[in-house]
Nanobody, 124 residues
Framework: QVRLVESGGGLVQAGGSLRLSCAAS????????MGWFRQAPGKEREFVAN????????VYADSVKGRFTASRDNAKNTMYLQMNSLKPVDTAVYYC?????????????????WGQGTQVTVSS
C-alpha cells in the first residue's frame, strides 16, 4: 500500500494560484494511477483530476478544466496540482489518492489509498 501526504494548501485571493503536492512512500509510486479530489463543507467528496502512471494522460472535472493542471514526477515520488485562476467555489479540503484500478476513473470508490488532505481557501 502506498502512503500519501498532501501539502501546499493555504489562503489565497480569488484569481490567485496555489500548487499542491502529494508525496508518496511505500510501494512503487510509478505503478499507480493517481487522482485529486476535494470536499467542501457539507458536500460530498468530488473528483478534480486523475493522471495515469506516466503522466501522459490526464482527465479533469469540467469545473477545473483550463485552470488546474495535474502532473507527476515519478523520480521524486510526487504528484502535483497547479491551480490557477482560483475562485471562491474552489474552497475545499483537497485530497490525493492512489487508484485501485487502471485506467483511473472519477469515482471515489475506485481509489484505495488516501492522504489526510490539505485545506484550500479562496477569498473573494
Amino acid at each position: 500500500q502506498v502512503r500519501l501526504v498532501e501539502s501546499g494548501g493555504g489562503l489565497v485571493q480569488a484569481g490567485g494560484s496555489l500548487r499542491l503536492s502529494c508525496a508518496a512512500s511505500g510501494r512503487a509510486f510509478s505503478s499507480y494511477a493517481m487522482g485529486w479530489f476535494r470536499q467542501a463543507p457539507g458536500k460530498e467528496r468530488e473528483f478534480v483530476a486523475n493522471i495515469n502512471w506516466s503522466g501522459s494522460i490526464r482527465v479533469y472535472a469540467d469545473s477545473v478544466k483550463g485552470r488546474f493542471t495535474a502532473s507527476r514526477d515519478n523520480a521524486k515520488n510526487t504528484m502535483y496540482l497547479q491551480m490557477n485562476s482560483l475562485k471562491p467555489v474552489d474552497t475545499a479540503v483537497y485530497y490525493c489518492a492512489a487508484a485501485s484500478r487502471t485506467p483511473p476513473t472519477r469515482e471515489v470508490a475506485d481509489f484505495g489509498s488516501w492522504g489526510q488532505g490539505t485545506q484550500v481557501t479562496v477569498s473573494s
